[in-house]
């Protein structure tokens, strides 16, 4: 090694996937082209000419997760993604909710608000994970929802995301899955996990650009439940109750309207 060689700094290591992954040069380039292009024709058409991409991104975000197609929505943040699939559960006075201990805060705010609806903490074990049967004892009757953080982004430990949903199953209340630190690290298959719902960020360990989400809703949860703040292309009669089939439901933003 030369001396001049010895001087040159050395590549740097990045470790802040948790908070935002660093964008691959294939994403990075997607998105300054698309943005060019819509400062040249504008949002709404540039969006138009990218029916065939767009189309195949929510074939490619099905396939990473198991799911269909119909069952998933492209939304700005995790924190969407959560709130819209939280918030759609109408949550009633009375009603019992089973969250982890590093269960977000601003999950935690939002189940909070909900006047008259109980939240209680599934206990750990030694390792700091849910304890399926003590959380099993602390459900009853009353029990609608289930929020698991598979993993927290303030440490490593993930939690039996597949058991929760077994046991979610066996008291008959709907399961959400908070995915925004596994989606890119670990397989998932929404099948598996017996869900009606899950949110994975775009921006972490999956690389995309800031500002993007992934929402799963499962057909069984379309249909149990009102969509929170659906646009107009989700819905179907504007002056009746119906909804459209699908996830179109959800998503927003100019660019792309009907997705």
Not at 131 to 143: E, G, L, Q, S
Not at 231 to 246: T, Y
Request: proline content about 5%; glycine content about 8%.
């Amino acid at each position: 090694m030369t001396d001049d060689q010895s001087l040159q700094p050395k590549a740097s290591l990045y470790f802040a996937n948790a908070a935002a992954g660093v964008m691959l040069p294939d994403v990075v380039e997607a998105t300054v082209r698309h943005l060019r292009r819509e400062a040249e024709i504008g949002a709404v058409p540039a969006a138009a000419e990218a029916s065939d991409v767009i189309a195949a991104g929510y074939a490619a975000a099905a396939d990473l997760i198991g799911a269909e197609i119909d069952e998933v929505a492209f939304v700005g943040s995790g924190n969407r993604a959560l709130a819209a699939l939280i918030q759609s559960a109408a949550l009633q006075p009375g009603d019992h909710v089973l969250v982890d201990r590093t269960c977000w805060g601003g999950t935690l705010h939002m189940l909070s608000s909900y006047p008259g609806v109980i939240v209680d903490v599934m206990p750990v074990d030694q390792h700091g994970r849910v304890d399926v049967d003590a959380a099993k004892a602390r459900a009853h009757p009353a029990t609608r929802l289930v929020v698991l953080t598979w993993c927290p982004a303030t440490c490593a430990i993930f939690k039996p995301a597949e058991a929760v949903g077994v046991l979610a199953e066996e008291l008959g209340a709907f399961y959400i899955v908070d995915a925004c630190q596994v989606a890119g690290q670990r397989p998932i298959d929404v099948r598996d996990l017996r869900c009606h719902g899950l949110a994975a960020s775009g921006r972490k360990w999956l690389r995309g650009p800031r500002g993007t989400a992934l929402l799963y809703a499962s057909r069984e949860y379309l249909t149990a439940t009102r969509a929170f703040m659906a646009d107009q292309f989700g819905k179907a009669e504007p002056m009746h109750g119906a909804m459209r089939q699908g996830n179109r439901t959800w998503p927003v933003g100019s660019a792309c309207p009907s997705r």
